[in-house]
């Protein structure tokens, strides 16, 4: 995943940072335990990683009407545009491993993964 890390550092965001970014594209505004099970991140490590979000401006967050104890995330317009400036270089590294690899190992490897995140310990 060197290339994609690679593109990251140049505008300075983390692979946690891309993940939320992209988790939160894709699921509109949820809850932080949604977005925890689907960036494979412990809550405690996203709760950090949200608030330097927010203070970046990449993110929004409110505390939900019905119950006070949990917060709402969404993708604010800068996050949106980061994703938006960069998603094509992303995608073309993804393609290029692809490419290497092959699809059907792409898809073992992603059938692998979603097991291993439904393993209950």
Known sequence: MLPIREMLQEI?????????????????EVEQSAISKEACML???LTRTLRAMEA???ILRRQDE?????????ISDKGRGLLAD???????VYAA?????GREKITHLLDLLEELRNVKV
């Open 56 to 58: 970046e401006g990449l």
């Open 43 to 45: 809550l405690p490590s």
């Open 97 to 101: 491993i692809e490419d290497q690899l």
């Open 86 to 92: 960069n998603i094509l270089q992303a995608l073309e």
């Open 12 to 28: 300075n965001l983390t692979e946690q940072k891309w993940r939320i970014l992209r988790t939160l594209d894709e699921m509109g």
């Open 66 to 74: 019905e119950d006070k104890r949990r917060t709402q995330v969404q």
